[in-house]
């Protein structure tokens, strides 16, 4: 995984010193020629796994970046509403994922997700709590982050 | 096309003044929230959105100057906005468990509006 | 095409001034502290981040635009951890919701002290 990166990386130096040019842009070239040409010999070498995870983590940041602006947008429709009823709450989300780095990526996601901010872990690392800024349903929202972020991210890193 | 251009140059120079005018609005109800409080996450929290409004400015004028340096400013300020909101969330942290006077009697005001129900 | 750019990023700064000044009028009408942080850590973030954005677009060159996506990378990265502190640490110091959070699952950790 991180040695074909790094090949990755080496054929873009091989590029660059090839076309004798070793500016940003030729170097991002030479990086994308050499990607297309792991992807050409993926059968071969056994590299299938490295495009479907560089694939899925740009899942990954696309989704993330569309929940940022939705719930920006969210907010926004909030707090210009005349008269603000909301029902906010804070709920225990029950972690799947175990490891450190995975747990603050979720709660980092999360924060950053519509009407949703983490606010502690349990001593355990079992429990995930996270404040809503409207949840008339709890059960509703565990199951969203269930279907959407952490299966997300269980695919990218395991 | 240079009319397109003589337009999108008025169209830029609409836009950063109608943002700067804005980010002042915004600027003065961040400073009410600061001032009024009530307690003092409330004001850390107003004081970091401040840091934001700050970066926009900052974006802004780069934009009406075209002197692109701002850009690390705009990072810094963020970096020292980040460690000042950090600071101060250690600061509430080790006064609130440690029972400062100030602090414990803004904990009880904010139970005392729970109960009345705001 | 450079007219375009311009035009562009005239109207990221201008959706990004807009999105600040929604956030601050958040962090005066919402309720409690931990609302007014979901204001502050979302829109303000998405505000500051397409303002740098449009400052980038506007200098169409590498080396500035990759400056400004480090700070956006940077600011997005931030923004959550000190929202995160800063609600953590006012729950764990006593400060209570409002009174519309009926929801509390926080509260058997951290029972009320007084």
């Excluded at chain 1, 429709?77 to 906010?88: A, F, N």
């Amino acid at each position: 995984m991180t040695s074909l990166f790094l090949i990755n990386i080496l054929m873009a130096l091989a590029w660059a010193a090839v076309t004798g040019s070793f500016s940003e842009i030729n170097l991002a070239f030479g990086f994308v020629l050499g990607t297309i040409a792991l992807y050409l010999i993926r059968e071969q070498v056994g590299t299938t796994a490295y495009f479907s995870r560089v694939g899925k983590a740009f899942n990954l940041a696309a989704t993330f970046v569309y929940e940022l602006v939705l719930s920006a947008w969210r907010v926004a429709t909030i707090v210009v509403r005349p008269k603000i009823e909301l029902q906010p709450g804070f709920i225990a989300y029950p972690l799947t994922v175990d490891r450190d780095f995975e747990i603050t990526m979720l709660a980092n996601l999360i924060t950053l997700t519509p009407g949703t901010l983490s606010v502690d872990v349990s001593a355990d690392r079992k429990t995930l709590y996270v404040h809503c800024i409207d949840v008339p349903d709890p059960q509703a929202t565990i199951d969203d982050i269930k279907n959407g972020f952490e299966r997300k991210i269980l695919e990218v890193f395991r | 096309m240079s009319s397109l251009d003589a337009f999108a140059d008025a169209y830029l120079a609409w836009a950063v003044k109608a943002s700067l005018g804005i980010l002042s609005v915004s600027f003065l109800i961040i400073v009410y929230r600061i001032v009024r409080g009530p307690s003092l996450p409330d004001r850390v929290v107003a004081l970091d959105m401040l840091v934001a409004v700050g970066i926009g400015f900052i974006a802004a004028v780069g934009l009406l100057t075209g002197y692109y340096l701002y850009i690390d400013i705009a990072i810094t300020l963020g970096l020292v906005g980040f460690l000042a909101t950090v600071a101060f969330a250690r600061f509430i942290l080790n006064r609130g468990v440690a029972g400062d006077a100030t602090i414990m009697d803004e904990v009880k005001d904010s139970i005392r509006r729970r109960e009345a129900g705001q | 095409m450079s007219a375009v750019v311009t035009i562009l990023a005239g109207t990221m700064l201008v959706i990004g001034a807009l999105f600040a000044l929604v956030a601050s009028i958040g962090i005066v009408r919402l309720k409690d502290v931990y609302m007014r942080t979901h204001a502050a850590s979302k829109a303000g973030t998405l505000g500051s981040g397409l303002m740098l954005i449009a400052l980038a677009v506007y200098a169409a060159d590498l080396a500035v635009a990759t400056r400004a996506l480090a700070g956006v990378i940077f600011f997005l990265l931030t923004a959550p951890i000190s929202a995160h502190l800063l609600a953590k640490a006012a729950y764990e110091a006593g400060y209570r919701p409002c009174a519309d959070t009926k929801e509390d699952a926080m509260a058997e950790v951290f029972p009320q002290k007084d």
